[in-house]
């Protein structure tokens, strides 16, 4: 086929497919409008068959147009979604519609950041990484609010309250698992895909799904926003982007299989297979995401003695929290034999302060709560309770046992562990354990009399310490600022607001159960406060902070008295 007329011919069909978009996005969203005039069913039906077409279309235009390369790469990522759509057309031809419609959005996106004003839009995000990655999660809030507050999306048929949307699409996107209703009875089956959706795309950034689909349509990626990749996913720059994402990907997709089928083992004596195989992915995502989202009622107090669930979960949690440079490096430590076995300082530093933390929350839950919230237990189920609160508590937000009747002391410890949080570069949030590390480092120095910060044999440049004392007094600062406002509007009492507070910030998702009951305002700041923990504090330094040409001057210097 003619080059220039197979091109007229797929700008004709693109143009269709936008059309398209928009009357998917009208059904979709205006059910009870289209249900006054026609048949919804049918016009449903109709629809998702028309999207079909289109995308059959495009994939035989990508075919048979081999002079476009860009565009080679995701033929068989079409060619799967048209597979999905046919096979859900036999289930509800809503799936088809929405499935499709997501595609065709990230097309669209695909044009005006890419081609559409020479690519200028794209150019500008690329010049400041830091705005790009808050942006790209507003984004995908923002799309999630409005899917949540569909009538499709609730059991009830009913619009979901807005505020109620964008806390519940803040939580499942920054993975932190703090919910303001209940989501396996509140939100269908559709609605529960949305929150699904959510929690994997939160967990792995919009920045590297997206800069993962850039390289594959042939986009070269800036200096400036390969350093800001190399910071999201906390990788080294010894590796190439390409490979980096590529071990990122294959990394999620196995472990989260792996996950899913453990548990598949137990959930599948406890409900029907479909639901045992739904059920075992959605908590397999969830929990190593760190999201802690679970529609099942009570989350999985039902499941406290359970050893499988107790494994599969806290184990998905553990490795979602590593990090995906510390997965890369282990991966290579154990399998890679011919080569020197040695861990970089960074995954020492990691696996040493999460094993320890995990040790000592265990320990302290079990003497904390032995006559509190774990009273009557069996010795077994509270080690596998004490175990599991310590793992969930500094990232994830399941839970075993009811938080809201933990004593003060576990409280406590549960505040520090959140505070803490995951690793960097992982689908945790908080301060981090390397930050941690570092500040406790920082302190033997302080003892031993030394200016130097060492840990295996090797030295820790200053620059790290100044950063980790910055990104603590600047977290500490951005909590108790929330904190003040939300004990001016709140009639709780001070340690649930400090919990939530933490627990948000440190997109933890554990709550003592005041959560559904806070004012919109107090829903707003929470939800504020799981966005910057996500993107983290020193991201929205960097994306705001004034850039001015200093001059090196040096100046002199006089002590200052300290303590």
């Known amino acids: 086929m003619d080059t220039s007329k197979a091109r007229r011919i797929l700008g004709k069909v693109e143009i269709l497919a936008y059309i398209l978009a928009i009357w998917s996005f009208l059904v979709l969203f205006f059910e009870p409008v289209i249900s006054y005039y026609a048949d919804f069913a049918q016009v449903e039906y109709y629809t998702a068959w028309a999207n079909l077409a289109i995308l059959m279309l495009t994939i035989f235009n990508h075919v048979v147009n081999p002079a476009d390369e860009r565009r080679k790469g995701l033929i068989l990522f079409d060619v799967f979604i048209l597979v999905l759509g046919f096979l859900l057309l036999f289930y509800n031809a809503k799936f088809v519609v929405f499935f499709l419609l997501i595609r065709q959005t990230w097309y669209i996106m695909q044009f005006l950041l890419f081609r559409a004003f020479d690519g200028r839009l794209y150019k500008l995000l690329t010049e400041n990484p830091p705005i790009t990655v808050m942006l790209s999660f507003i984004l995908v809030i923002f799309v999630g609010t409005i899917l949540l507050m569909m009538p499709v999306s609730s059991t009830q048929g009913q619009v979901t309250?807005?505020?109620?949307?964008?806390?519940?699409?803040?939580?499942?996107?920054?993975?932190?698992?703090?919910?303001?209703?209940?989501?396996?009875?509140?939100?269908?089956?559709?609605?529960?895909?949305?929150?699904?959706?959510?929690?994997?795309?939160?967990?792995?950034?919009?920045?590297?799904?997206?800069?993962?689909?850039?390289?594959?349509?042939?986009?070269?990626?800036?200096?400036?926003?390969?350093?800001?990749?190399?910071?999201?996913?906390?990788?080294?720059?010894?590796?190439?982007?390409?490979?980096?994402?590529?071990?990122?990907?294959?990394?999620?997709?196995?472990?989260?299989?792996?996950?899913?089928?453990?548990?598949?083992?137990?959930?599948?004596?406890?409900?029907?297979?479909?639901?045992?195989?739904?059920?075992?992915?959605?908590?397999?995502?969830?929990?190593?995401?760190?999201?802690?989202?679970?529609?099942?009622?009570?989350?999985?107090?039902?499941?406290?003695?359970?050893?499988?669930?107790?494994?599969?979960?806290?184990?998905?949690?553990?490795?979602?929290?590593?990090?995906?440079?510390?997965?890369?490096?282990?991966?290579?430590?154990?399998?890679?034999?011919?080569?020197?076995?040695?861990?970089?300082?960074?995954?020492?530093?990691?696996?040493?302060?999460?094993?320890?933390?995990?040790?000592?929350?265990?320990?302290?839950?079990?003497?904390?709560?032995?006559?509190?919230?774990?009273?009557?237990?069996?010795?077994?189920?509270?080690?596998?309770?004490?175990?599991?609160q310590s793992v969930t508590s500094r990232t994830a937000g399941f839970n075993t046992i009811d938080n809201g009747a933990l004593c003060k002391g576990s409280l406590l410890i549960t505040i520090i562990l959140m505070f803490i949080g995951a690793s960097p570069g992982s689908t945790g949030g908080g301060i981090k354990t390397t930050t941690f590390a570092v500040l406790v480092l920082s302190i033997v120095g302080m003892f031993k009399g030394t200016r130097d910060l060492s840990i295996f044999n090797r030295r820790i440049p200053n620059s790290n310490s100044r950063e980790a004392t910055s990104l603590i007094v600047l977290s500490a600062m951005i909590i108790f600022i929330v904190l003040f406002v939300l004990l001016l509007v709140e009639p709780f009492v001070f340690e649930d607001l400090m919990f939530e507070a933490v627990s948000a910030f440190g997109t933890v998702g554990l709550s003592t159960g005041i959560t559904p009951l806070l004012t919109t305002l107090g829903k707003l700041l929470i939800a504020l406060l799981m966005y910057v923990g996500r993107i983290g504090p020193l991201t929205l330094i960097y994306a705001f902070a004034i850039k001015k040409s200093t001059v090196n001057l040096g100046y002199a210097e006089e002590k200052i008295a300290i303590g």
């Open 161 to 388: 309250n807005p505020v109620d949307a964008l806390f519940i699409a803040t939580s499942a996107t920054c993975v932190t698992g703090l919910v303001v209703v209940d989501i396996g009875s509140h939100f269908s089956l559709f609605g529960q895909i949305v929150i699904l959706l959510l929690i994997q795309v939160g967990g792995l950034g919009l920045m590297t799904i997206s800069t993962a689909f850039a390289i594959v349509l042939g986009q070269r990626l800036t200096l400036k926003l390969e350093s800001a990749m190399y910071k999201v996913v906390g990788g080294s720059q010894s590796l190439n982007v390409l490979v980096l994402l590529k071990n990122i990907m294959l990394a999620t997709l196995i472990i989260e299989s792996l996950g899913a089928a453990f548990l598949f083992i137990r959930f599948r004596t406890d409900f029907t297979p479909m639901k045992a195989f739904y059920f075992s992915i959605f908590h397999a995502v969830s929990a190593f995401c760190n999201a802690g989202i679970s529609p099942l009622p009570g989350n999985l107090s039902g499941y406290v003695g359970d050893y499988i669930v107790n494994i599969g979960i806290t184990g998905l949690i553990i490795l979602g929290g590593l990090g995906f440079n510390v997965i890369i490096d282990l991966q290579r430590f154990i399998f890679r034999r011919d080569k020197v076995r040695k861990l970089a300082l960074h995954s020492k530093i990691v696996l040493l302060v999460t094993s320890l933390l995990l040790v000592l929350g265990t320990l302290t839950f079990f003497f904390t709560e032995y006559h509190g919230a774990m009273k009557g237990f069996s010795v077994s189920n509270r080690v596998l309770a004490s175990w599991f």
